[in-house]
């Protein structure tokens, strides 16, 4: 299996050379030179597969340059019940008739982020290891990315994490969880500034090309394809938990923000998994809902972007959605070259309405759309509380609301559980009157020693931490 590029260069690369990239080089995604087909025989072999030995099946199809025990032995690594807490890893829960939550979010940050992020923490390590090589990832957070990133690379070796988040704004519940971490290789960057500040430091780092070469720098942002791919899994998983045979459809809702995660569900169904619909939920920030509704892809300013109850899908931009739209022109680079580095630059919006092509996003990739906004979140979250006994979070609550009105009869729904309600516990008391559970593992973690240092809103600072650090 060979990648190539969203934006039409002629370089054709293996999975290992693109493990450790971001962009490539001409500014595009990587993506599959063809998607790998299943057939009903193989999704038949598959329902009986553990979740790590259908990792394993599934990945095998895109990675041939690990060796297949090598790879076989880091899937059952990675997915094991004592990381996520079940033998099922993604248990479905049925809600009412054909109506499900797929759990995606009892990893180790309990978010779905976990997912991938586990997965590319073996797999850093392997390829490190096979190189000889260090990584010193440097990354900017203000909740959710930074600590699944902790969490996958903590004690991992040959890797460091220089994680950068504003200081004093991250909820306690989400300090405690990054900054209680003692693993050396693990290193926690309080900057005194917002989180565009840290970004800003991310990215003038990164454009040092000297400092960065010599320090090693890498990223794992949601553009990575080993995290997209590793989330393919959990489709055909949530799949098989649904139907009895492979001539049952079963459509699927997915809280969106950066579109990895539904970008995902698009590959899967491009293998052949037997998916009717895939419901893109957003929240006010609906820049993919209004897309899928008009053919107008337009970002957002900052000014434009709401801070939300449900902020892991806050986005100005859907920095995965070069994936979909590449398929969706006939995988013509030329042209995705011309929207996303030339119009989107200078227009900050394509339209796509007239063209034949975006018709097809409903009918031939099965695309539909729909927002929820934080009284909507708050009348889920109640609802689904009352009727069935079960609290979700404010992002599932964004999928359940819109996956009610794309419901077609006869058709299961499976909407993907993003986090789970106790990193949002605001909004829970708002909606209910009263606390989320606390998972017994997360009890007490507040009043844990934390480690830390806080360091000012300054790129030199910065750069100094890392290479004092660098040793
Ligand atoms: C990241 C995230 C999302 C959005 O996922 P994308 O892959 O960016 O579309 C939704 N919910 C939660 C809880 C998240 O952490």
Known sequence: ???????????????????????????????????????????????????????????????????ADDLRAICRKTYTEDVFGTQAIVPLKK??????????SNGPTLAFKDMAMQLLGNLFEYELGRRGEELNILGATSGDTGSAAEYAMRGKRGVRVFMTSPHGRMSPFQQAQMFSLQDTNIHNLAVKGVFDDCQDIVKAVSNDLEFKRKYKIGTVNSINWARLV?????????????????????????????????????????????????????????????????????????????????????????SNFERFVFDLLGRDGARVLALFGEQLGKNGQFDLSRDPAFAQARATYGFASGKSVHADRLATIRDTFQRFGVMIDTHT??????????????????VLETALPIKFAATIVEALGREPERPAKFVGIENLPKRVAVVEADVQAVKDYIAAHCR
């Open 1 to 67: 299996m060979k990648y190539l590029s969203t934006r039409g260069a002629p370089e054709r690369k293996r999975f290992c050379e693109i493990l450790l990239e971001g962009l490539a080089p001409d500014g595009g995604l990587y993506l599959p030179e063809s998607y790998p087909k299943v057939d009903d025989a193989t999704l038949t072999r598959w329902r009986r597969l553990s979740y790590a030995d259908l990792a394993f099946e599934i990945l095998s199809l895109y990675i041939d340059d690990i060796p």
């Open 95 to 104: 809600l009412e008739e054909g109506f499900y939550l797929e759990a995606l």
């Open 230 to 318: 590793a989330q393919v899994v959990y489709y055909f998983a949530g799949y098989f938990q649904a139907t009895k045979s492979n001539a049952e459809r079963v459509s699927f809702t997915v809280p969106s923000g950066n579109f990895g995660n539904v970008c995902a569900g698009h590959v899967a169904r491009m293998m052949g998994l037997p998916v009717e619909r895939l419901v893109v939920a957003t929240n006010e920030n609906d820049v993919l809902d209004e897309f899928f509704r008009t053919g107008v892809y337009r970002v957002r300013g900052s000014a434009d972007t709401h801070e939300t109850s449900s902020p892991s899908m806050d986005i100005s931009k859907a």
């Open 397 to 414: 609550a964004d999928g359940v609301k819109v996956a009610r009105e794309q419901r077609q009869p006869g058709v299961p729904m499976i």
